[in-house]
Nanobody, 126 residues
Framework: QVQLVESGGGSVQSGGSLRLSCAPS????????MAWFRQAPGKEREGVAS???????AYAWSVKDRFTISQDTAKNTLYLQMNTLKPEETGMYYC????????????????????WGQGTQVTVSS
């Protein structure tokens, strides 16, 4: 049984930074991937970044070079460091986890993940 809990959201000015955290309740012994998704009001959920236990990461083109996804294995916590935030990146950010290793083409698709957190709000003002 895994419960994902996100934290670290808040309000920031354009160009500012935030670090989101996601803490699952249990360590995973099988290959697995975790990811961050974002959903703005009235918009579809979109994949932001993924991290897999084989050490691979993937990023949406719009956040590459500004966001960094990482895992603290000692704390079993997933992080998303978001730098140089833009107003269009406002939305609810969700942490997700899936058992196994999806194909590279599906790492940022919501259907690849089976467990989700409740989300943490990120607001970027101009």
């Amino acid at each position: 049984q895994v419960q994902l809990v996100e934290s670290g959201g808040g309000s920031v000015q354009s160009g500012g930074s935030l670090r989101l955290s996601c803490a699952p309740s249990l360590y995973t012994y099988n290959p697995y991937c975790m990811a961050w998704f974002r959903q703005a009001p009235g918009k579809e959920r979109e994949g932001v970044a993924s991290w897999c236990s084989d050490g691979t990461t993937a990023y949406a083109w719009s956040v590459k070079d500004r966001f960094t996804i990482s895992q603290d294995t000692a704390k079993n916590t997933l992080y998303l460091q978001m730098n140089t935030l833009k107003p269009e990146e406002t939305g609810m950010y969700y942490c997700a986890k899936g058992i196994g290793r999806p194909s590279q083409e599906t790492l940022l698709r919501a259907g690849s993940y089976s467990s989700w957190g409740q989300g943490t709000q990120v607001t970027v003002s101009s």
